[in-house]
């Protein structure tokens, strides 16, 4: 069955799921860093529940950049497309770069350099070449994964290229996602999007599920990812503070 919508409504549900597990996560980490809340957030669980997050939102990001690539093509030219992917993938890395501001102003460590809002903002303004591909992507993502599962093993003498995923010696950062190995889940997102929404259309069966009220919830959550994401840690460290939960002595002002 193929289906020609705008938008699919599976998608934005899901990027709807990831943002809720986002919000739970960084509840839980305020909790623990702001307040001493005995939460294991460095264990196992919590680590996987935190990676499983950010890896849902990339795959998505692939998988979108997919669809949206299929449906300009005969719109746009090749080079339009490269220039509109180039300045939304720059609108995001600038949203990206404010944070790095602010938690330069405002912190006394934990500075975001390379956050996961600066990795998307990359992924799309460097994704065009690889959108055309199916499982070039899944060698090529598997490949990016492995070697930044091996980077992750050292630290190195210089910042230049902590991008990368040359993790510098005593770095600490609260959200740090490089081009290794995080692209590589961007790429498989492609490979998924290539592989399910060929011509960016639906090639699979799914139940209309969209006039249901939860699937509105989420999908509603998925479109405005963006501004929940710059918006919701200001409101859960506000209401931590008000209701007396909140230690900000980590701010330097």
Do not use: C
């Not at 081009?179 to 960016?200: A, D, E, R, S, T």
């Amino acid at each position: 069955m193929h289906y020609t919508s705008d938008r699919f409504w599976e998608i934005d549900a899901l990027r709807g799921i990831a943002i809720i597990m986002m919000v739970i996560y960084h509840i839980s980490y305020d909790l623990f860093f702001l307040s001493g809340f005995p939460i294991k957030i460095h264990s196992i669980p919590w680590v996987l529940f935190q990676r499983t997050t950010a890896s849902l939102f990339l795959l998505l990001v692939g998988t979108s950049l997919t669809i949206s690539n299929s449906k300009l093509k005969g719109k746009l030219s090749n080079k339009d497309i490269i220039k509109r992917n180039f300045l939304r993938g720059i609108k995001i890395f600038i949203w990206g770069f404010i944070i790095t501001l602010f938690t330069l102003i405002f912190l006394n460590d934990g500075i975001i350099l390379f956050g996961i809002l600066h990795l998307i903002g990359i992924s799309i303004i460097i994704s065009y070449p690889f959108l055309k591909h199916k499982y070039k992507n899944l060698v090529i993502g598997t490949g990016i994964i492995l070697i930044g599962t091996y980077l992750g093993k050292f630290n190195f003498d210089t910042p230049y290229f902590l991008w990368l995923g040359f993790e510098p010696k005593y770095f600490f950062s609260f959200d740090y996602f490089p081009i290794f190995p995080w692209f590589g889940v961007v790429l498989i997102g492609i490979f998924l999007g290539n592989v399910f929404y060929p011509q960016g259309k639906r090639d699979f069966n799914m139940p209309e599920f969209s006039n249901y009220y939860i699937i509105k919830m989420l999908s509603f959550l998925g479109k405005h990812s963006l501004k929940i994401y710059l918006l919701h840690q200001p409101i859960i460290v506000l209401i931590l503070y008000i209701i007396g939960l909140a230690d900000l002595s980590f701010v330097t002002i």
